[in-house]
């Protein structure tokens, strides 16, 4: 059980293209979704925290108009990385709280962001 | 200030001898502590929890850890490592009285030599 999927797993996009991640809980409610990015051979930095129906709370210096975060339903959440650049070139890796559960996250596989 | 630490970037064992990965953290609340490996190219497992009821936590693969308050450390432990453990290994903390998002050491990269 606690299974997050990430789609997709990895993705190549041009310059200043949009680039849309998903985020999803298989089998259980994520009433709290959060998204990280993962530099190369660099920890997970929290960039946002999700909550199903409001608007998404933001890290210092993460820009909410580049990182579109939407979490419309109890099991989806999704990452718009909007005019990438290729310094967003990431690992962005989600997960999701199970409801009622105390602290504990379980994490999707990951996206591979190359923007060339 | 919350924070944790990882107080060694990498971490090299034969196969067949102990591992030890140490963690250090701050807060002024009970932490939840957690260990996740990740392999290359791979998303988050974890190995193990503490989350305030027994100090010595026995995780997944044989790893354990000890939750030492005195010395605000939890370090990963595992007896005989095996050629599978090479990987990253973060340690996260959760913070009780926060929004309950959780916080990365900087990862320690575990390598076993044969």
């Known amino acids: 059980g606690a299974v997050v999927s990430q789609h997709p797993s990895w993705v190549i996009c041009k310059s200043g293209t949009s680039v849309k991640i998903e985020c999803r809980s298989l089998?259980?409610?994520?009433?709290?979704m959060f998204w990280y990015r993962q530099f190369p051979k660099q920890s997970l930095m929290l960039m946002a925290t999700?909550?199903?129906?409001?608007?998404?709370?933001?890290e210092q210096g993460v820009e909410k108009d580049k990182f579109l975060i939407n979490h419309a339903s109890l099991t989806l959440s999704t990452l718009t990385v909007t005019s990438a650049h290729p310094e967003d070139s990431s690992f962005y890796i989600c997960?999701?709280?199970?409801?009622?559960?105390?602290?504990?996250?379980?994490f999707g596989p990951g996206t591979r962001l190359t923007v060339l | 200030a919350q924070s944790v630490t990882q107080l060694d970037s990498h971490v090299s064992v034969s196969e067949g001898t102990p591992v030890l990965l140490r963690c250090n953290y701050s807060?002024?609340?009970?932490?939840?502590l957690f260990w996740y490996v990740q392999h290359p190219n791979k998303g988050l497992q974890l190995l193990l929890k503490?989350?305030?009821?027994?100090?010595l936590v026995k995780g997944i693969n044989g790893f354990e850890a000890e939750f030492k308050k005195s010395e605000t450390s939890f370090h990963l432990t595992k007896p005989s490592a095996h050629m599978s453990d090479a990987a990253e290994y973060f340690c996260?903390?959760?913070?009780?009285?926060?929004?309950?998002?959780?916080?990365f050491g900087a990862g320690t990269r575990l390598t076993v030599k044969p």
């Open positions: 997960s999701a709280r199970v409801s009622g559960s105390y602290n504990e996250q379980f």
């Open positions: 503490y989350t305030s009821a027994a100090t």
């Open positions: 089998d259980f409610q994520a009433t709290t």
């Open positions: 807060s002024s609340y009970s932490p939840s």
């Open positions: 996260v903390v959760s913070f009780s009285l926060s929004n309950n998002d959780m916080r």
């Open positions: 999700s909550n199903e129906g409001s608007k998404a709370t933001y």
